[in-house]
Every structure is written in C-alpha cells, then in structure tokens.
C-alpha cells in the first residue's frame, strides 16, 4: 500500500501547481495525475456534467492503484467532493478545506477575500467551508475569470494583467481584507501582482496547505512512502498544441512520462 | 426539402452571431442550431478531438432534417471542414471562405491581417484558403485568445480589453494592413474597440458574408424557404450558469426554444 500512488485529478493541468506543491513536501510518494484536457474547462460547465467527470476521473485513478484522491480542481471540489468520497472507497482530499484553515488561522481583522473562478465563487462552496469550520469572520467571495486566460497566455506581469486584476481586487482592498485566499490552481502565478496592489496583507495558497493535510493524513493511516524518489506519471485526456509549455510552467520540472487517456464516457 | 432546416453548429454559443446574421438575411429558414457547450472550447483541443467532435455534432444535425450544414466553429472549420464534407450528404459551408472572398474584393494594398483562436491562426487554414483563391496578397495572421474571455465577461469597452486589444493588434497595424478578418464568433462584439484603435480600415465579419453565400447555395440548390417566419431550435450539450445570458448577448434576440441534448459520445 506504501507504494501505492496518491491520484490527483484537475480539470486540466493547472493541478499541476499543486503536485509541485505535494512533490516538495512529500518527494517519497508516488503520484498519478489525470488532468481532463479534453473537457475543460470545468467552470462554464453545469453541476451535473462537472459531478460525472469528476467521478469519472476518481474511478480512473482507483484503477491506477492511487491510495489517496486530490481533488485539485477548484471548480469539481466546490460541486463534487461529497459526491465523490460517497462513491469511492479510498480518502479523498479537497483543495477548499486546507486553504480555508490556513486563512482563518492567519486573518487577525476576519476579513478574508477568496478570489476563484464564478463557478467556484457562486457554488457558494467556501461559504460553506468556512461555517463548517465555525468560522466567525466575514467571507468576500470575487469571482475573477479573467485570471485563468492571462496566466495561460503568460501574461504574468502585463499591464493588462495588472489593469484586470486593479478592477477585481479593488472592491476587497475597499472592504478592508488582510487575508487573501486564491481559490483557482491558476491563480498563484499571479502573486507578484497581487502584492503589489494589495500591499502587506496575507495570501494563502491552497496546495501548500494541502500537501501538510495530505502528509498528516497518510501518516495517521499509516501509509506513507520513504526516501526521496517518487514517481510522477501525468494521464491527459487531450494533447493540444501547447500543453506541455504551460504545464511545466505549472509543474516546474521538465514533464518526462505524460500519455494521452480516453475515459470510457469520451 | 423546403421546410427542412438549416444545421448549424459550434463549439458553444458563439456560434449564435453567425445565426443572428443568417437570420436577418434568410427570415423565412428554419434553423437548428447545436452548441457543444459540454466540450467547449475547441480551441484548446488536439486536431483528433476537434474532427470527432465535428463529425458527431453534423450527424446529430442531419438526424434533425438537416438540408445544408453551417459551420459556425473557426476551429472547427479550420480542421475539420474537408473531412466532415466526406463523410455526410448534404452541402457543408465553413465560416472561413466567405470571409476571405470579401476581404480580396476589399482590399486596396493587398495587406490583410487575420485574427482568431491560437488555434485557428496555427492551423494555417486562412493561408490555405487564400491560397485556393488565387490571391496575391500578404496574409498576416496573429492569435488572440483573450478576446474571447473579455467577450464571455462582457468587457465590451473596457479600458483593459483596450489595452489587451493594443497589444495584440499593434504589429498589424505597423505592417500596414488596410483589411483586418475578424476569425471568430466572438470578435464582432468587440468592433467599436478595434475601430477605434485601427481606425479607417475594412473589417470583415464573416458572419454576414456567410448569410450571403448560404443563400445563393439555397438558391442554386432551389430548395430555399419563402416567408419571414422561420423558427429556431437550440440544442446545446450542457447548460451552464449564464448561457442565456450570453447567448442573447450573441444572438441579438430572446432565446426561447431551447434544451440539452447529449450526444452519443459523450
């Protein structure tokens, strides 16, 4: 079981941001990443489309052997992650619930921003996550679609960039926000400008919160993986034109062993 | 034969300016119309995906009666216009040839720059149909992916759509071109900013070149509607938040028969 991979699965492969993330925390473990090129992206889907692909991707990952299921798609653990740990038997991690302890854990004021795609922000998803929590704070969700087409076009410190981002920050600098929580995978390569226009305020970003929570989850299961040379094997639903420029923007290692999957409902 | 309507599909509801403009040229056709909402955007996508989607949103079209094929997706036209005419029987149109036609009777310097998805402009379909047009002139292509998202957020005439438009068309501009080929569904909607920025120039919007080809090739066919009470049905294969919103926006009236379909390889 120690061998076993962890399977992550995104909508695409701005996941990859977070098997970077999990791969500098926990370099022993083996990792399984479906990104579903071929159906993204997920935020302009309906509910019902996003919870089949998303069970689709966790029983392809099951098949691969994975111990453990990330959900590292913002989009499909807003609308799906109850859906899936009801369907699988393996514990499945969310990428909301360990950015949501962070933030409440750093914000002194209680006033938290989370920026994400409109699906994810108007899933009300957060919302929800932070009363679980039983969070006493005020929670300024700002739907920023936007972002996602920017970074994918490497406009990481364009003027245009910074001209969108001045028009989605602004209402929460306004607010009085001191915490800033990104709820997108694509979202922290934008962390040069947003410190420059929200200044000294805290940013949280998820897939660092994540690989804690997920370590200290295999530890209690008692299945965590030793040394230092884990694997990484990367299934995509589609292979476009430029997918491998932009996931090793994400990934921030050369992409070796990648292949293209068709899912049984393509 | 008459009565049967036209098919017209697209990768979304883009595809609905082409629609608006069949529409107000041929009043009395019946049209169907396809969006594959569930596997937007083409753009994005590998050749091999974007022919089998083709192939199937046609099939799904002629099972509705259809007498004339419209292809309002540039992506698709791009790949998969030769290969869908082989596999159905009735006539196909693409959205790129009717462009084309108009811009060399347009241009006065020969000098033509073409706009799209990244797809679209790498696929060299443009260069390709100028080609079979015999034309001598210099086609400059240039890929403009955030157009779309700014369409999709309704930033019509915002100052950083102004700014994303300044980059992006800037180099055609110091090529001299005096004829600019709007090579996507959404790019009408952003004319006052590109007139603005590129001044006393042709625009071509192959949407409206288009109406006029579809109703000679009705005309020459005879199998043309008479009347103005054509009516219209929209099938698309995923319903999300906003379609409606945005669909009105492109289509320029109320969306009122519509519903999801799914299509078979789904």
Redesign the interface.
Known sequence: MRDNPIGVFDSGIGGLTVVKAVRSMLPAENIVYLGD????PYG???VD?IIEFSLENARFLISRGAKFIVIACYSSTSVALDIVRRHVDVPVIGVIDPGVVKALEVTRNGRIGVIGT??TI?SGAYEKAFRKHGAKCEVLGKAC??F???V??G?LE???TE??AR?YLQPLQEDGIDTLLLGCTHFPLLMPVFRKLMGDIHFVDASQELGNALGNALKAADVERSGRDGALSIYLT?????FKEIGERFLGEPMTDFSRVTLK??
């Open positions: 090129t071929a159906r993204l302009t889907k309906s489309a409109s699906l108007f679609p936007l996602v087409s920017l994918e076009e406009w364009h003027p245009a001209l969108v028009e589609d292979l476009s034109m430029n409902g393509l």
